[in-house]
């Protein structure tokens, strides 16, 4: 329903068997299967989240430098500023590094730009502004690995400047007196994936010396909630961070992140990365989308309790405001847009939005379209700021850096970037963008798919040990998600609308045993499913606590209709034919379509620009004609076969039954001679013989 495709992981039984053997749960075992674990010792590899992960901090290029700079300022009483960003890494990296230069005696402020008047990343104005106050130093966290005039403009007021990022670097680097980010190409440390925090919370370590254990400890918290918050990689090095950090943060010290758990009501719950992501990042994350950072950051370097409730109540105000801005960009896209094309990339530009929602709207975009996405705000003054997330492994900044002559800047990860451009680019940027994208997939049409770890063969799996077990493989994140798995064949026996109807909360039976099911966003309309339906459901199963009651719910992912049993029967029929079976006339006579049958086929697929990928049901579906009567998948089958062999149309066997199907690019002149097809001269063949034999 939400998902053109899902693929189902097939799970190798001796690795299965091996690690269950190896006293692994069952879900567990399943899931780790999945992502290519054969033995206990590879299980132990990918989850290990032990100090032996923590890399030491001067393997990073300049951290040397960085340190011996930021010491000279301590040692001197130099006034010094942490110049960081507006998102939750930058804010957490900005806090982190500010509260440990305080508690060394520091003479520092932190600076963080406000997102819409000034933009991201350094800028001359805010440089001047420092020097003036008396800064020398600037160390910027999360951000300046692109600030090559901006750092040279500083040192000819006389203001070093420390560099620490994460963000891709391009050929130039700042000639700043450190540049400390692992992504630079001669920097030899070994872990890539840390966050702008994580960055930060290394040049903590540095300064500490004997200390850097303890500093971890202390700030890994800080360095926790950035890292899931920029869904950095959770594996390595930054596993460790995260497991030692939620753990802090169940008995934080932090007045501030206590009050805003206390405020999103998060205190009675487990701390995990999900808590994190949805609940207190989006909250940090809304004082900046709305231009108000500093919120965030004097939140979790306040001290005062009073103080601290006082900016938790304001931030979770903000983002409530911000969901609402949000919701109403969201709706005008739609508004702009065909449901029904397949779109190689979407470029969207307006002058009333609010810039700093627009990244998220991107995302939620990319994931219902399927494709790239990048949202222009536009100025009075012609200028516009855009945001872009990815889809399909389209990396960002590697094709913004294709469309470099047609911006004004760029900057960020693959999968999320920023960039500038003057209004009157927009049009040819889209018409690069585009040609970009489809030299990166290839040509070959993106398809929003679902993941999934196996299927549940039975019900009885689903216990409430089991599923406590799969605790052993957080934290959750990029490259290491939560396990998703599906069951087949649910009959629904219960369904209602729920929160107000925004969700759906459904009850299904297999295998005699009956199961919950929550999916959020979704209601009983738009399920498609009505009690008594069979359906296949992809979830992650969660423990429900209600009246000190625990029991399994699965939290639905995505959802479609079983195969009917007239579909089951369809299904077999055109397997026995293709494998050489027999057929009477009259089975032929059913799967012989007629010409309107092709012509329904050929005229949608060539609706959607020549690309579909359907299941053969939910084609079937969507091909029966005015929705009368009941749609064919053994017809529809027989029409692709057909017109494959005719040379009109390509067909590939996706895994999860999904099909690609594209039409051929030339198609000869006049009607085509669709009894020619091979399928359709056999069929043919059967049905005379069957009249003949009759007469």
């Known amino acids: 329903m939400k998902y053109q495709q899902w693929n189902i992981t097939t799970r190798p039984d001796g690795a299965y068997r091996t690690l269950r053997d190896q006293g692994m749960p069952a879900l567990v075992a399943a899931a780790l299967c999945a992502r290519g674990v054969e033995d206990l010792a590879q299980a ?5 989240s032990g100090a032996d992960q923590l890399r030491d901090p001067f393997l990073m290029k300049d951290m040397d430098r960085a340190v011996a700079r930021v010491e000279r300022a301590l040692e001197t009483g130099e006034k010094i500023a942490v110049y960081g960003d507006y998102d939750v890494d930058g804010i957490t990296s900005t806090c982190l590094l500010t509260h440990y230069l305080r508690t060394r005696g520091a003479r520092v402020e932190y600076y963080i730009p406000d997102r819409l008047d000034e933009g991201y990343g350094v800028n001359p104005p805010a440089v001047r502004a420092l020097a003036e106050r008396g800064v020398t130093l600037i160390i910027t966290v999360d951000c300046g690995i692109t600030a090559v005039e901006e750092t040279a403009y500083a040192s000819s007021l006389g203001v070093d400047m420390v560099i620490t990022d994460h963000h891709e670097c391009k050929e130039s680097l700042p000639q700043a007196v450190a540049v400390v980010d692992p992504h630079r190409k001669d920097c030899p440390y070994p872990f890539k994936d840390l966050a702008g925090v994580g960055v930060a919370l290394k040049l903590v370590m540095a300064l500490g010396g004997d200390r850097a254990d303890e500093l971890f400890r202390e700030y890994a918290d800080l360095a926790a909630v950035g890292t899931v918050a920029d869904v950095m990689t959770l594996l390595g090095e ?26 999103a009501g998060t205190l009675n719950r487990d701390i995990n990365s999900t808590t994190v992501g949805y609940c207190l990042s989006p909250r940090i994350n809304a004082a900046g989308r709305m231009g108000q950072a500093k919120t965030a950051a004097d939140l979790i370097l306040t001290e005062d309790p009073a103080k601290a409730e006082l900016l938790a109540k304001e931030l979770c105000d903000l983002n409530r405001t911000r969901q609402a801005v949000e919701l109403d960009i969201f709706n005008q896209c739609l508004g702009r847009l065909d449901p029904d094309r397949q779109y190689d990339c979407l470029v969207l530009a307006d002058k009333t939005w609010h810039q700093g929602v627009v990244g998220i709207v991107a995302s939620r975009l990319a994931e219902q379209f399927a494709c790239p996405v990048f949202m222009i705000c536009l100025q009075a003054d012609g200028k516009g700021k855009g945001s872009c997330r990815s889809y399909g492994g389209v990396n960002l900044f590697c094709a913004l850096e294709q469309c470099g002559d047609l911006l004004e800047g760029y900057g960020g990860h693959a999968l999320a970037a920023g960039f500038s451009i003057r209004e009157e680019n927009i049009d040819a940027f889209r ?21 999934i770890d196996g299927e549940i063969e039975s019900t009885a799996l689903l216990t409430v040990e089991e599923v406590e077990a799969l605790s052993m493989l957080e934290p959750y994140g990029a490259g290491n998600p939560k396990p998703v798995f599906s069951l087949s064949g649910v009959t629904v026996t219960c369904m209602s609308d729920v929160g107000g109807g925004r969700h759906l ?26 009690v008594g339906d069979r359906a296949d459901v992809a979830f992650y199963p969660q423990i429900n606590e209600y009246r000190g009651s625990r029991t399994v719910q699965l939290h639905l992912v995505d959802l479609r209709p079983a195969w009917s049993a007239r579909c089951e029967a369809e299904r077999d029929l055109y397997r026995r034919f293709r494998a050489g079976e027999a057929l009477t006339p009259e089975e032929a006579g ?3 379509p007629d010409r309107d049958d ?3 086929l050929w005229r949608y697929v060539a609706s959607r620009q020549g690309r579909v990928t ?8 969507r091909l029966a004609r005015g929705g009368e009567g009941t749609e064919s998948v053994l017809r529809t089958m027989v029409c692709l076969d057909a017109l494959e062999e ?18 051929a690019k030339t198609r000869g002149k006049g009607k085509a001679a669709l009894d020619q097809a091979p399928i359709m001269q056999k069929l043919n063949a059967i049905v005379r013989g069957g009249q003949e034999a009759r007469a």
């Open 646 to 663: 005719l040379g009109l149309l390509r067909v590939e066997r996706l895994p999860g039954d999904s099909l690609r199907i594209v039409l």
């Open 238 to 263: 930054n596993r460790t961070i995260v497991r030692v950090g939620l753990g802090n943060l169940k008995k934080t010290h932090r007045r501030g992140l206590y009050a805003l758990m206390a405020e």
């Open 505 to 530: 909360k459904m009850r299904a039976s297999r295998d005699g045993r009956t199961v919950d099911m929550i999916f959020f966003s979704v209601t009983r309309g738009q399920s498609g499913l009505m």
């Open 590 to 592: 059913e799967m012989r």
């Open 598 to 600: 092709f012509a329904d």
């Open 44 to 48: 132990r590899a990918l989850l290990a």
């Open 431 to 451: 018409t690069r963008m585009e040609a970009v994208v489809r030299e990166n997939t290839g040509g070959e049409e993106m398809v929003s798919t679902l993941q």
């Open 614 to 621: 359907e299941t053969p049901v939910r084609l079937a579906r």
